[in-house]
């Protein structure tokens, strides 16, 4: 058995790697180091591939079983790595051996590189890498009357070019549009680099978006989007966009847009024949033609992203994991790996576009074996992103990366959408970035958090309320017979188990919850003591943002509380009236309620589709209500204004939940009040407001108070639709950021849990407060038939 057991090979865990079918690259390299290595088995996870949700990784790290490698989104290592979740890999490199697979920084794109290293420290080896350009429809071009030899190569030639090849339908809406400016890889982040700016200082400690460089390529942003038609109806537009074979760019649909090489593989795979053409991203006049404070710079400014492999702290297998990383990132492996992708994309009838990869070595190694099967096209591409890759750009290194990224974002939403000027908005964001770097470079002053004496009061507390559970219980026993003393102590033996979760699960993370509140914590390290900072931060700094999502969840309470119960009710009364197949129709209208609330939110994201040519509400709205009114279809969430009617009219899909208690509320009032009101001559309406209204008004009050805790509590709908309806995740204008999508994003994504904490007791104090108000109200128009007196 000792034999077996010894001769079993090490399972090596490496998350954010996803085997399917078209991973073919991946699975021959993993292939061959298996057969290298017969002691080791290889388990891939996806994970998300390489941009898995945080809470993943942070609760297998704090749980102590960690992957033992990841490959993770090369921007957020800095973010990982201050929080002590990598391993530093300098030791590793510094013993290294000249076997032919050695990681020597001097092999790797300078940027990658870079991108990998925290406060001097080595945290991940790059993987992947990218260039992004411009790509441009040649077709396109030549229909609009440009040379499709001579594309755009300075700002104003591109929107000059973009309005050229934007077409509208006779309703006024867009049928193609030469450019969407944030499309895409189109970020304000290299609009910025062109202009010079930077959004950091060199050492990570204050934030500088609002430099005069940024707030010029963000008013060059806005402008662009003004003189192509607005930023709601290119939103919308943008809205009905497809992925894959119903790309926009391959569908004719988008002219012009900056992305990253890798995009020649989806051109590749769904439309080779497609007449395209790249070139370096456009770049401001002064520097294309080396004027001004551009005089001595370089013409093209591009940016790269990829992933790295980093290895958890905690890894049961760093030896392994950086053998995998050694022979993964190797030449030797990746031409393994070429090789089986080649073959499968030529048994799919495919042509197979090389990939760019941070190791110098490895990637001239495969353009050297491919280049030349590739056509004119495809390799002319290939070559400028080569040309490109040594002097790319990359984000900022840094442990508030996510939120900088974030705030850019939503910046970029405000200030095209003339909320606020591109100056108020990137002030605005980085007031909050720099709040944030703040507070973390403030941390180590806090004092730790005193577990053992919140320990001993929490015991206490617990000990004390057990304490006269069993005095009052002895109190009470004694005044019982014996019979009854005996079914007592029955009962309280059965409800043991459900008092001691209850304290376990329940009562204990209610009372955590409430100390972190008063804490500094980031889940990866111990909890430090701010005393109410984050209660002022919530009602000082971050006031406008929760009151932003307040009003929204009040909007969906006030609009969405009334509509629902309404429907429900509607529906009710008409299964009231005893027709045939009641039954049926019942099952009917209370199914949706019961689909899951994930499903249910994908279905509705392609209802909503605002291309009325794939969604099948806007497809319903041009066919009727358009020709009939003239009324053009909602943009839904893509757009600010239609976006939380968008989870209102989702909400109605499962008003049939509520349908069964009007059903039985309807039930229960007697028939012989509606005989004795017809006797008397009153009409249906009147016998609606007067006896059916005040005989349901219990219902009433019950769906008011379970919808308002429930509009309070919107999470699913909003969470989801706002991560693909633009703006910073939360929809254009922050629109579906409700208080617990806020809160989970600062638990979660900030690893602000203090925070969050703080956020989630506002948030009960407000549920609380309203359902008080609402009971204390109840008596003066809730009626009950039997009231005591």
């Not at 993770?72 to 290294?96: K, N, V």
């Not at 080396?290 to 760093?318: E, L, N």
Request: proline share 7%.
């Amino acid at each position: 058995l000792l034999t077996a057991a010894s001769a079993e090979p090490t399972k090596l865990v490496v998350w954010g790697m996803e085997s399917n079918a078209e991973s073919k690259d991946m699975d021959a390299r993993i292939a061959e180091f298996e057969r290298r290595h017969p002691d080791i088995d290889v388990s891939v996870l996806s994970m998300g591939a390489g941009g898995m949700n945080p809470q993943k990784l942070m609760t297998a790290i704090v749980g102590g079983v960690p992957p033992d490698l990841v490959q993770q989104d090369r921007f957020t290592i800095g973010d990982w790595a201050s929080r002590g979740a990598f391993r530093p890999l300098d030791d590793l490199l510094a013993a290294e051996r000249d076997d032919g697979l050695a990681v020597r920084k001097a092999d790797y794109v300078p940027a990658t590189w870079t991108e990998a290293v925290y406060e001097g420290q080595t945290f991940a080896i790059p993987n992947t890498t990218d260039v992004r350009y411009l790509f441009y429809n040649k077709a396109l071009f030549r229909k609009a009357g440009l040379d499709p030899e001579k594309p755009p190569q300075t700002w104003d030639e591109m929107i000059a070019a973009a309005k050229r090849m934007t077409l509208r339908t006779p309703s006024g809406g867009l049928e193609q549009i030469g450019l969407i400016p944030a499309f895409s890889q189109g970020w304000l982040y290299l609009w910025s680099w062109q202009m010079g700016g930077e959004v950091m200082t060199a050492d990570g400690r204050r934030c500088t978006l609002d430099n005069p460089q940024t707030v010029a390529a963000l008013t060059a942003l806005v402008g662009w989007y003004d003189a192509l038609g607005g930023v709601n109806p290119i939103s919308t537009f943008a809205g009905g966009f497809g992925s894959e074979e119903q790309d926009p760019f391959l569908s004719g649909k988008l002219a012009m847009r900056v992305d990253g090489d890798g995009f020649l593989n989806v051109i590749a795979r769904f439309k080779p024949d497609l007449d395209f053409g790249v070139v370096p991203a456009p770049v401001p006049r002064e520097r294309f033609e080396h004027t001004g404070p551009f005089k001595d710079a370089k013409t093209w400014v591009t940016w790269s992203g990829g992933h790295s492999f980093a290895i958890p702290q905690g890894s049961r297998h760093v030896a392994e994991a950086w053998e995998f990383i050694r022979w993964y990132n190797s030449p030797e492996a990746t031409l393994i790996g070429a090789k089986a992708q080649a073959a499968y994309a030529k048994s799919k009838d495919r042509l197979y576009v090389p990939s760019l990869f941070a190791n110098l070595k490895s990637s001239d190694a495969l353009f050297a074996a491919y280049r030349d099967t590739l056509p004119p096209k495809f390799r002319a591409a290939k070559d400028t992103a080569q040309a490109l890759l040594p002097d790319t750009k990359f984000r900022p290194v840094t442990f508030v990366g996510q939120r900088l990224w974030d705030e850019q974002v939503r910046a970029v939403d405000r200030a095209t959408r003339h909320i606020q000027t591109p100056e108020e908005a990137l002030k605005q964001a980085q007031r909050v970035v720099q709040g944030e770097l703040d507070a973390a470079h403030g941390r180590e002053s806090l004092p730790p958090l005193p577990i053992k004496p919140i320990l001993v009061f929490g015991a206490l507390l617990s000990f004390a309320g057990l304490g006269a559970l069993y005095v009052g219980s002895r109190r009470w026993m004694a005044g019982q017979k014996s019979s009854g003393r005996t079914e007592a102590y029955a009962g309280m033996l059965c409800v043991l188990p459900w008092i001691f979760g209850f304290l376990l699960f329940t009562a204990g993370p209610v009372l955590s919850s409430f100390v972190l509140s008063f804490c500094d914590y980031d889940v990866l390290h111990p909890a430090r003591w701010a005393g109410i900072s984050n209660y002022q931060t919530l009602l000082t700094d971050d006031r406008p943002i929760v009151l932003k999502s307040l009003g929204n969840a009040f909007f969906l309470a006030l609009v969405g509380i009334p509509l629902g119960m309404a429907t429900g009710l509607a529906i009710a009364l008409l299964l009231n009236t005893k027709v045939a197949g009641q039954r049926w129709y019942r099952t009917a209208f209370y199914l949706p309620s019961i689909v899951p609330a994930v499903a249910t939110s994908v279905l509705w994201g392609f209802i909503l589709n605002p291309d009325p040519s794939r969604g099948l509400l806007n497809a319903a709205w041009k066919s009727t209500l358009t020709p009939w009114f003239g009324w053009d279809t909602p943009g839904w969430t893509a757009v600010p204004e239609w976006a939380k009617p968008a989870l209102i009219l989702m909400g109605l899909w499962g008003a049939g939940g509520g349908m069964i208690l009007w059903l039985a509320g309807l039930e229960s009032i007697p028939s012989t009040l509606y005989e004795a009101a017809s006797l008397d001559g009153a009409t249906w309406g009147k016998q609606f407001r007067r006896i059916t209204l005040p005989m349901l008004s219990p219902y009433i009050f019950f769906n008011l108070i379970m919808g308002t805790i429930g509009a309070l509590q919107t999470f699913e709908s909003a969470y989801i639709l706002g991560g693909t309806a633009g703006g910073s995740g939360t929809g254009p204008d922050d629109s579906l950021l409700v208080p617990v999508v806020y809160l989970f994003n600062n638990a979660f994504q900030y690893f602000k849990m203090g925070y969050a904490s703080s956020l989630a007791w506002i948030l009960f104090i407000l549920v609380l407060g309203l359902t008080l108000g609402q009971l204390k109200l109840a008596p003066k128009w809730v009626h009950y038939e039997a009231e005591t007196k």
